[in-house]
């Protein structure tokens, strides 16, 4: 079964720093991979999607994601954080041609100081 | 206009009773989904549901029952409510239920359970 490691829990940045977030997936083929956002009190949102092609996925608010096949990873960055990019953030794997069902990791919580 | 919608944002209920959460999409979409997010705030599938057909259905106990009148709705009902039930409940729905479509998330519903 596949799953998802998000290593760091917490992760504090200054504003207009760059910002990495963690992801490790554990899956024996290709998986579908996805990063979400949850803003406080809201629900999830979509960031972006690696499905196949070009490992360098971009997404939406500036944010970027690679997967590396070799290091199971699929890391979340942006070169310059806004305060408004403080949120909870979700790495998710999705099994090709399974259960069409999407795994989530434990989320790592970003606080951006000014 | 809200894509999808949930009622309530908060319940908050004694030990044993009966509630329900309502969740309605606008997207014309086939598959709606259910998630639970707990106090860690991890997040895993509850059910699917494609065009009113049961079609994940995760390890929960029975005393959840979801029920989808029709594909723009679909409900949760949970019986005999534990202690171990509090914790935020996600709606969401796709296309097509494909993991290669975009899963929409509703706002939440905080559920305590005193």
């Known amino acids: 079964a596949q799953s998802v490691t998000q290593p760091d829990i917490h992760i504090t940045v200054s504003e207009g720093a760059s910002l990495e977030l963690r992801c490790n997936y554990s899956?024996?083929?290709?998986?579908?991979l996805f990063w979400y956002v949850q803003s406080p009190g809201q629900g999830l949102q979509l960031l972006l999607k690696?499905?196949?092609?070009?490992?360098l996925v971009q997404g939406i608010k500036g944010f970027e994601a690679e997967f590396k096949r070799s290091q199971s990873s699929f890391n979340l960055r942006k070169p310059s954080v806004h305060w408004s990019d403080a949120a909870e953030y979700f790495c998710?794997?999705?099994?090709?041609?399974?259960?069409?069902?999407?795994?989530f990791g434990k989320g790592t919580k970003l606080t951006v100081n000014p | 206009d809200t894509a999808v919608s949930q009622t309530p944002k908060y319940l908050v209920t004694q030990m044993g009773n009966d509630k329900s959460i309502k969740c309605e999409q606008n997207?014309?979409?086939?598959?709606m989904y259910w998630y639970k997010q707990d106090s860690k705030k991890f997040l895993k599938i509850m059910f699917s549901?494609?065009?009113?057909?049961?079609?994940i259905n995760e390890t929960v106990p029975n005393r959840f029952s979801p029920k989808s009148p029709d594909k723009a709705h679909l409900n949760l009902h949970i019986n005999s409510l534990e202690l171990g039930d509090s914790a935020v409940y996600f709606c969401?729905?796709?296309?097509?239920?494909?993991?290669?479509?975009?899963?929409?998330f509703g706002p939440g519903t905080r559920l305590t359970v005193l």
């Open positions: 969401a729905s796709s296309q097509r239920g494909s993991l290669a479509d975009t899963q929409y």
């Open positions: 899956y024996g083929a290709t998986p579908y």
């Open positions: 690696y499905f196949s092609g070009d490992t």
């Open positions: 998710a794997v999705g099994a090709q041609g399974g259960s069409e069902k999407l795994v």
């Open positions: 997207l014309g979409h086939d598959t």
């Open positions: 549901y494609n065009n009113k057909e049961l079609i």
